[in-house]
């Protein structure tokens, strides 16, 4: 991580229906139409991409602005593992193991058919508003967990949306679930990871280690500590990045770190698996 320079962090309301505090994000959905964005106009990815440009021409020096897309991997076989035994008796006891007679989820499952299906989801709702000018990421950063991973894969690898732009995808440690104790938590050594999701498109934060030394068995991690990382991952793209547009693709754990990060009081947010939440996020030095 670079070095910390103190910022404030603060959603920019009234461009997407899921960045009001009050956002009822069971009503809105996974893939509202348009993402979210307000303005259902045949010109409103451009008008929106004018008034992200003007938000940073007239910036004082030390502000910016950016759009992030955070997307929430598609179910994994965890996810289908807690819904049949239920939360409750999942965290006591099931989320210790590694699987059932019926599914396997440690350590690091793979999507489910359903989420293999949500991440194609996205990847036709991209499709759909390209014909409407939405701005691709310039950037794109994942979990190295592979229910994320295989997410990002099957929503943008090979789309026909993306016109011969060149596709890279940074991994960041940081940006795994909250960890602990729930096997599906622990990720594969880094040679695993980098044999099924090889350069040119995907590529390591330097001082990736190879093996697991994040993951503990007895001690589950604090969302203290999930909100930490997530405003140095924070840090890490406003200070390095001169994108404007990044995609990050995890987790529901460590993005409600993110708007705690921004917000301590901001209600969570229950994105569900497959789901994309944009927002505008300001960054100030102070």
């Known amino acids: 991580m670079p070095a910390h320079v103190k910022r404030e962090y603060s959603i920019v309301t009234g461009f997407f229906v899921q960045d009001h505090p009050g956002a009822d994000a069971k009503a ?3 893939l509202p139409p348009r993402f979210g964005l307000l303005d259902d106009s045949s010109d ?5 991409k004018a008034r992200i440009s003007e938000l940073n021409a007239v910036a004082t020096p030390g502000t910016q602005y950016k759009v992030f897309f955070f997307s929430r ?9 807690e819904a049949k035994y239920g939360t409750k008796v999942w965290d006591e006891y099931w989320s210790k193991l590694n699987g059932d007679d019926e599914f396997v989820w440690g350590p690091d499952p793979d999507l489910t058919q359903l989420g293999l299906d949500q991440a194609k989801a996205a990847r036709e709702l991209w499709k759909a508003e390209r014909a409407f000018g939405i701005p691709l990421p310039e950037r794109h950063y994942s979990s190295p967990l592979q229910r994320a991973l295989r997410t990002f894969h099957e929503t943008f690898v090979g789309a026909d949306f993306l016109d011969g732009t060149p596709l890279r995808c940074t991994i960041l440690e940081y940006l795994r679930e909250e960890s602990g104790e729930h096997t599906c938590d622990k990720r594969f050594p880094r040679n695993v990871i980098a044999h099924q999701f090889p350069p040119p498109i995907y590529d390591f934060e330097a001082g990736f ?3 697991d030394t994040f993951w503990k068995a007895d001690e589950r991690e604090t969302k203290a500590h999930v909100t930490e990382r997530a405003l ?3 840090d890490r793209i406003f200070s390095s990045d001169k994108e404007t547009y990044i995609c990050i693709t995890a987790h529901s754990g460590i993005i409600n770190g993110f708007l705690r990060a921004i917000d301590p009081d901001r209600p969570r947010y229950p994105l569900v698996t497959g789901g994309v939440l944009p927002l505008v996020i300001k960054a100030v030095d102070v």
């Open 232 to 234: 140095q991952i924070f």
């Open 44 to 48: 409103r990815w451009n008008t929106f």
């Open 209 to 211: 280690s190879e093996a």
């Open 28 to 30: 809105i959905g996974a």
């Open 73 to 81: 991997h598609g179910q994994g076989f965890h996810n289908a593992g």
